[in-house]
């Protein structure tokens, strides 16, 4: 094919004048280049979001997919409806129900994972220059997906009980036009963090006092090590709330299968929106998590996971104790898959991430969880359920070692 | 569970307070409503875009399933790159070039059916307010997807050989800052049609006079029953086109999955938006249609497919011959899913529809397929790649009393 080539010859100047003003806005994601990097197989990454691959039910998805091929396979391969698989989205809402959130059939849309979620909020919600309120740090992915439709983003800060309720009541007086307020209650992402109870009735007093609603992103819920579940937001506020979550950290994010709960208006505005995106969620994906989480093989499989990454997450606790130098602090999630470690102001995390990469460790720097980009330089998120734990004390060790070569300690 | 219908309570107001503006301009598929509605057993409906689902290469999906759960199955639960499983895009790569088409592993990104590239295409290139040039009629699936975005469409009529090229030249002169030009060349949905080659020669001449790019939507490229392939607009207009296509009508819609071939650059800018939309297209389901094409399962089955559909054409061309009245004409479609049928001006095609579920037959009338939704009104599109040829021949005998008791002849 001797004029291949010319398949990307002088395209720049006409594309590059025919592309949309939003694509200015549009990031690629830093952690997915950088988990390209680390792909090398002498790289330990505490880097992405992985789940632990040699968990997944593999017999159960082997299982699922004979039994739907064979009892109701020309329903499994063709379009299905944009809401979701009806069995699916009543397995959900009974689900759901355990978790004091009150749901019906209608209220549930299946989509592409949470990621789409947090698209369609975007599409169905935000007006460019609308002014929406996060934590700092909060999901990148969120960022990513928002970014796109042009908010400017209002960010409270943090502490080891969540989101900080003083200053989200400062941030919903100055800016009274706030359309609504992202949270991650449980295990954030990326910084580990619960919301206490007491701060989740404070939070839905404070949005419903200032007409703001709640987008409540709760991908890790299931994954609690300790403690007891607390009650959703959505249960608190269901008339002002949107709850999204996903089968990726139960079954596999390969699936790409998540879902939102919300009024049946507003999901009724979803399903319009998700049309045009892409008409419905794969039917045989859908077929299959359904046959998995109706043989009841969901829970205790849930549960293998959450003893397996408490013993991961207390691997890494207790090897930051050792490796860690002075100075350097972190939280204590008590579930989910991911901390997040403070070190002393005159370290930069893309700076010290050169130098685990020398060290053959990876990280993903603070920054880039922070909606400006600016803040969190000090600081980075761990991952430890990937990693088994062998290889959480090894890669601990070696970012032990770059941070104190950053300290000048090494 | 008592409060549970507090869930759907007085959210109203502050719900569509919050809306973003692109929302007032989404509207539901008349099609997906239209379907529900039909889906009455003892309806027939020539409605649907659906595939025949008795060909759906059910061993063929069982097999791979169980293929790559069995050797591979890490990789197939967990999250991939949103660019695309490699191997998939290399088996694309080498059967575009069959087509003539020039490309390489990058210049392809998978999706999750092409209605996710629309939406992407959208996101990319369109601003409000930005003209883009469609047939009339068109896809209705793009003029939701685009509809979004707030472009302004200009349509250009077609005629048996496709979208008018004195017509086209005439719409770019008095647009000149259009910014792309939407086909679907091979069997044309709605209409059936394909573009003749010397219309293909002179639509790329037009396109790069004028300065616009061109999008190049083949979803039914594979399913020729007659005649030899016409050389895709993207190998005639390398630099400047955007080519579609998927794995719905040659595969199985329920995949969901389709793929985008462009310059590298523009691909680029794909990836960064898809990031944001949903991460990566399922895993899963790129390993299943991967297995499948690499065992050279896909070819046989086409074959098949383009035989069925073929015969049921042939049946519905016959049908109408006999029972529709003088005064109604049709497309004689040289392959695809579809033909469309032009009535008396005095037939309101939406009315007529009325008539056609009391006699127990459905169609999609022909006003939705215009971006203005008000030309077409006596015009209707068929599929007959659903019902099988006894059911054809019924279908079309009722729908010809129905035009026949809207004529006043019955």
Redesign the interface.
């Known amino acids: 094919?001797t004029?291949?080539?010319?398949?990307?010859?002088?395209?720049?100047t006409?594309?590059d004048k025919?592309?949309?003003?939003?694509?200015e806005r549009?990031?690629?994601?830093i952690i997915?280049e950088l988990l390209?990097l680390t792909m090398q197989p002498d790289i330990i990454s505490f880097g992405?979001g992985?789940?632990a691959?040699?968990l997944?039910p593999?017999r159960d998805?082997?299982e699922a997919?004979?039994w739907i091929?064979?009892h109701d396979?020309?329903?499994?391969?063709?379009?299905?409806?944009?809401e979701g698989y009806p069995p699916l989205k009543d397995y959900l809402v009974e689900a759901m129900?355990k978790y004091d959130v009150?749901?019906?059939r209608d209220?549930v849309l299946l989509?592409?994972?949470s990621?789409?979620a947090?698209?369609l909020l975007g599409?169905?919600?935000?007006?460019e220059g609308?002014e929406i309120v996060t934590c700092r740090p909060t999901y990148l992915?969120a960022i990513?997906?928002w970014?796109?439709?042009g908010p400017k983003f209002v960010t409270v800060p943090l502490d080891d009980d969540g989101m900080r309720m003083d200053e989200l009541e400062q941030v919903l007086t100055a800016h009274p036009k706030a359309?609504?307020i992202y949270v991650l209650p449980n295990f954030h992402n990326p910084a580990g963090t619960t919301l206490t109870l007491e701060r989740r009735y404070r939070l839905v007093e404070l949005a419903a006092k200032h007409?703001a609603?709640i987008i409540e992103d709760d991908p890790y819920g299931e994954l609690r090590f300790e403690g007891e579940d607390l009650i959703p937001i959505c249960a608190l506020h269901?008339?002002?709330a949107v709850y999204i979550s996903t089968f990726?950290k139960t079954l596999?994010?390969?699936?790409?299968l998540g879902w939102i709960v919300a009024?049946?208006?507003?999901i009724a505005?979803f399903?319009?929106?998700k049309?045009?995106?892409?008409?419905?969620?794969?039917?045989?994906?859908q077929y299959m998590a359904h046959d998995i989480c109706s043989r009841g093989l969901i829970k205790p499989h849930v549960k293998k996971i959450r003893e397996v990454y408490r013993e991961r997450r207390n691997v890494m606790l207790q090897a930051m104790e050792e490796h860690f130098p002075p100075g350097v602090t972190w939280t204590r999630p008590q579930g989910g898959l991911f901390l997040w470690v403070r070190m002393p102001e005159q370290i930069d995390a893309e700076e010290l991430l050169k130098v685990a990469i020398e060290e053959k460790v990876a990280f993903v720097p603070g920054n880039v969880f922070y909606p400006e980009g600016t803040d969190g330089r000090s600081c980075m998120r761990l991952n430890f359920s990937f990693c088994q734990p062998d290889v959480i004390r090894e890669g601990i060790r070696r970012l032990g070692q770059a941070i104190k070569r950053e300290m000048g300690l090494a």
Request: charged share 25%; hydrophobic share 35%.
């Open positions: 094919m004029d291949r080539s010319h398949f990307d010859g002088q395209y720049t006409s594309w025919a592309l949309a003003k939003r694509t549009m990031k690629g994601s997915r390209k992405g992985l789940p691959p040699e997944f593999v998805f082997r997919c004979d091929l064979t396979a020309e329903s499994v391969l063709q379009y299905g409806t944009t129900h009150p749901a019906e209220n989509v592409n994972g990621q789409q947090l698209d599409k169905v919600f935000i007006d609308d992915g990513q997906a970014n796109v439709y359309k609504f007409g609603f269901k008339e002002n990726s596999a994010p390969g699936l790409r009024p049946k208006a507003v505005k399903v319009q929106a049309q045009g995106s892409d008409l419905n969620t794969s039917t045989l994906v």
